[in-house]
C-alpha cells in the first residue's frame, strides 16, 4: 500500500549561532503514514517545543528534513518534477494559525479567494470563478455579501480564518494541514471552524492532518492522534483509546490537565503527581525521564521504541516492554484501523468545555 503522506525516518536539526554550531533536534527519527484508503482526520499535539509545527513544515515541503524521506504518494518530495510539485502544492494545502499574516492589507479579501482559482485555471468563465467563490464561502458558514468586498481588517479573527479555509476548499485538496487553526479564534467560532473542518472530511473526501496542542479540540474531531515529545512519538493511536485509556506517563499527564467541568468524571483515570523535571536527560535515554514518576534504571540507558499495546495504540515507554515492538512501517496501519469504514471521527461526540 502506497501511504498518501509518509514521513521516514525523519530528522530535523536547526543549527544557530556563529558558524552554526549550536544545534537544536526539532524531530528526532520520527515515522508516520497517513493511508489513502479513506480519508480521515488525525492530530499532531504536543506543547511547544514538541516538533510539531515543525512536522507541518517538513509535511508542507517548506522546509527539508535532515535525514530521513518525506513522500507524498509515494513521491520523495525532494524529487518532484516541475508538474508533480504543481500538483503536490494544488492538493496538499495549509491552513495557518494566524490567518491576517497571510492577507494582503491592500487588497479586499476577494484577491485571496480568486488567486488560487487563477494560478490553477480551475474556472473555465468569470461567472464560473464567482460561483466556486461563493459555494466555497457558504461551506464555511460565511455569508457573501457580509464578506466580499471587505479588506482583512474588517473581517474578524474568525471570518479571516474561515475565509482561509475556503480558500483551501477551492483547491479541491486531497489533504488539509492546519496548524492550530482554532487557537487564535474565540470559542463562539472555534465550534463552526471545527464543524468546517469535519465537513470536508466527511462530505469532501479531505484528509486533515490537524495540528494542536489542545486535545480537547483534537477529541472533537479527530479519529486518530500521535502525540509529540520533545520531537519523538510518545504516543500514538485511535484518538478513543489515547484519550479515555493513555499509556505514555506524558500523555496521561496531559490528558489529566484537561479541564474537568464535570469534577466527578475522570478521563484516564488517576495520574500520579508528575514531577517537574530538569532538562537534562542523558543522551540516549528515555527523554520523559526526568519527569517521569515511574522511571527506571533501564530509562536513563536507551530510549525505548515504540510498544504496540493493542492493535491501535502504541507507546514509547518501558512500561510495556512485553508488548511487541511496532516495526517501522506498520505506524500507517496502527493509525488506519481495519474494519468498519470510519465513522466521522466523533459522530456528534462532545468533548469537555464544548459550549
Ligand atoms: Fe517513564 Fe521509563 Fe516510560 Fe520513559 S520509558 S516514560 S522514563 S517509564
Redesign the pocket.
Known sequence: MTALLELRNVTKVYSSGMFGRATVTALADVSLAIGDERPTIIAIAGESGSGKTTLWRLLLGVISPTKGQILYNGIDLTNMGRDQRREFRREVQPIFQDPFEVYNPFYPVDHVLAMPVRKFHLAESKRDERRMILDALEMVGLRPDETLGRYPHQLSGGQRQRVMVARSLLLKPRVILADEPVSMVDASLRATILDSIRKMNRELGITVVYITHDLTTAYQVCENIVVLYRGSIAEAGSIERVIKDPK???TRLLVHSIPQPNPKRKWGGDVPMVVAGEIGTPQDA?K??DR?P???PM?RESA?PLYRITRDQVAS???YRDAPVLQQDAIGDVLAPAGEPSTPATNGRKAHGEV
Open positions: 505514555h506517563p506524558y528515555c520523559f525521564v517521569c515511574f522511571a527506571m530509562c525505548p515507554c518501558f512500561l
